[in-house]
């Protein structure tokens, strides 16, 4: 099993930064998992925000964050990040981190594993 934990959200007025972080572990990660982050808004549906691939060669965005929000990772710890900044209200979302094959797995939201997800909440 693998265990995704989120962290870093939080309550910011809009215009602001967060930085996310989702750490991995447990005895089948593999490092050359691709890592992701997607987003739940009341009332919608979970979509994706960003991808990067095992080596942080390949990246992937919803065209909405692009310019806003970048994805990174440190191999050494097991842990993705995402960067926002310019925050708006309608970023406003549960944060989920999601593990897959590839960045291509990731964006069609086909994940291996789940984290529990943090709260994102952007005020006008």
């Known amino acids: 099993q693998v265990q995704l934990v989120e962290s870093g959200g939080g309550l910011v007025q809009a215009g602001a930064s967060l930085r996310l972080s989702c750490a991995a572990s447990?005895?089948?990660?593999?490092?050359?998992?691709?890592m992701g982050w997607f987003r739940q808004a009341p009332g919608k549906e979970r979509e994706f925000v960003a991808a990067?691939?095992?080596?942080?060669?390949?990246?992937n965005y919803l065209d909405s964050v692009k310019g806003r929000f970048t994805i990174s990772r440190d191999n050494a710890k097991n842990t993705v990040y995402l960067q926002m900044n310019s925050l708006k209200p309608e970023d406003t979302a549960v944060y989920y981190c999601?593990?897959?094959?590839?960045?291509?797995?990731?964006?069609?939201?086909?994940?291996?594993?789940w984290g529990q997800g943090t709260q994102v909440t952007v005020s006008s």
């Open positions: 447990g005895r089948t990660f593999r490092m050359f998992y691709a």
């Open positions: 990067v691939s095992w080596n942080g060669g390949s990246t």
């Open positions: 999601g593990v897959g094959a590839t960045v291509v797995a990731i964006t069609e939201k086909r994940c291996d594993y």
